[in-house]
């Protein structure tokens, strides 16, 4: 057993593993994680894992304002995709970023604008990552590459009344995406109630 805590408020908690012996620990916190800097408000952390349960490194992804760790996905080479929130006064703006396998990073791609949080998923190679997220006004599905290119960015066509909380990527491309929608979807009508549970294949 291991508790991942600071001196500072911890919120979150997202967990990944590579298959070849590493844990991977992705949320936020308000406080210090050994000497990594602290940026400010809440900032996002990642933390490795051995199989034993030791730390073997941690990174940060902090700006003034508050970032919140929503996803996260790794490789079959041990890459690792984070999907991020950065809050400021009430606006919000999504990115994904990636590490590598001793913790550098690679490349941050900006979403934009979002309503809430962003899912992430990779399929094995790294070639194909999936990013899904919510604007308020729309849910989006994007593909990047494994230079964090976009490859596509899809709109679901939900609108205001649908957003995505999960993406599962398959190793043979495409994958599915989970969301809760409070209308009809693709000729499917509302069953009623605060909202309907989807999953789409793409």
Do not use: P
């Not at 298959?19 to 940026?39: C, E, I, K, P, R």
């Not at 809440?42 to 051995?50: P, R, T």
């Not at 596509?152 to 993406?167: D, K, T």
């Amino acid at each position: 057993q291991t508790v991942v805590a600071t001196n500072g408020s911890d919120v979150g908690g997202k967990v990944v593993f590579d298959g070849a012996g590493g844990l991977y620990v992705f949320w936020s916190s308000t406080g210090q994680v050994g000497d990594v800097a602290v940026a400010g408000g809440f900032d996002a952390y990642l933390l490795k894992y051995s199989l034993g349960g030791g730390a073997v490194w941690a990174q940060s992804v902090g700006t003034a304002g508050d970032d919140f760790a929503d996803g996260v996905a790794v490789d079959g080479v041990g890459a690792v995709h984070g999907g991020l929130r950065t809050c400021n006064g009430g606006a919000c703006s999504g990115s994904v970023v990636k590490w590598g396998g001793c913790g550098r990073t690679m490349w941050t791609v900006v979403l934009g604008s979002i309503g809430g949080g962003s899912s992430v998923s990779v399929e094995a190679s790294g070639f194909r990552v999936y990013v899904g997220y919510w604007t308020g006004a729309e849910a989006y599905l994007v593909r990047l590459n494994q230079n964090g290119s976009t490859v596509w960015n899809q709109s679901l066509g939900l609108g205001s009344s649908g957003f995505v909380s999960g993406v599962a990527a398959l190793a043979s491309g495409g994958g599915y995406v989970v969301g809760q929608v409070s209308g009809s979807i693709l000729g499917q009508s509302y069953s009623g109630g605060s909202w309907d549970t989807f999953v789409m294949r793409f």
